[in-house]
């Protein structure tokens, strides 16, 4: 190649460097996908004696499961069901992302129990956020080790009633209520009304939701609506016409002694505080 002054200089191209440099940039940025990926993975850890059974092709024996979705349905189970010495912990999923903080605490897992006496019943209380792309892989995972046959589901969650629609606003001043979803399989009465069009459910009850329509096993949602954002006892009680349901499966205390429920308003109120 000659310049306008007739100085020869050699033929250099780039383009062959610049195809090493962005495939070089593709492969690091599929890395770091891949990493992403395997650390927003959802993981199950059961009890030895529950994971020696799964591997080796059992299911777990579940004829009611019982979700809690939310700060206040995982309290109400905790007050009105597991404050007996009759449960026992059977594993917990693990997750992360960015609400987690990267820390594995309490907050980041979802506990399972089963009745010591009747172990076909299963509760799990899900008090940690669970982004949108780990929805379907927790609902996959969890009902891939239950036996799905005469399997009854029942999701307690809480949403804001500030998401409910309604042509009549002034209904919403009597939050916090109760509003029911179920799949077409479900053949119960629900304890309250149904959710009116066009409200929808959103979170892990929808997926869970979602997966029992496909699969065809009765379930339903009980949806609470309150105007408090956070844990909240008024809130949580919500819940009680629930419990003539609930009662079927497992043994409830449908008269809770004042000092469990002053223990849980008292943790509530403490962990809602800024300042301590």
Request: glycine share 4%; proline share 4%; net charge negative.
């Amino acid at each position: 190649m000659a310049t306008f002054f007739g100085e020869v200089l050699s033929v250099y191209s780039r383009a062959v460097e610049e195809d090493e440099e962005e495939v070089d940039e593709n492969e690091e940025d599929a890395e770091i996908l891949r990493e992403l990926e395997e650390k927003r993975e959802v993981h199950l850890h059961w009890s030895p004696e529950v994971s020696e059974s799964l591997k080796s092709g059992n299911k777990l024996p579940c004829s009611d499961f019982i979700l809690a979705v939310g700060h206040n349905a995982a309290r109400f189970l905790s007050v009105y069901a597991l404050t007996s010495e009759n449960w026992d912990a059977l594993g917990r999923a693990s997750v992360w992302n960015e609400r987690s903080g990267g820390v594995a605490s309490e907050e980041s897992t979802c506990v399972f129990y089963r009745p010591k006496d009747n172990p076909a019943v299963l509760i799990c209380q899900v008090t940690c956020y669970l982004a949108e792309d780990q929805l379907f892989q927790w609902t996959e995972k969890v009902f891939d080790c239950l036996q799905l046959r005469q399997l009854n589901v029942t999701v307690l969650s809480e949403s804001s009633v500030s998401e409910f629609k309604t042509a009549d606003y002034l209904s919403s001043s009597s939050a916090p209520f109760l509003r029911s979803l179920h799949s077409a399989a479900f053949s119960g009465k629900p304890v309250c009304k149904s959710l009116e069009q066009p409200n929808i459910v959103t979170g892990l009850q929808a997926a869970v939701l979602n997966h029992c329509e496909v699969h065809r096993i009765p379930s339903i949602v009980y949806q609470c609506y309150s105007d408090v954002i956070g844990p909240d006892s008024v809130t949580m009680e919500t819940f009680k016409p629930t419990l003539t349901k609930l009662g079927k499966s497992i043994k409830l205390d449908p008269s809770p002694s004042a000092d469990i429920l002053r223990k849980i308003v008292r943790t509530t109120n403490i962990q809602s505080n800024l300042y301590i």
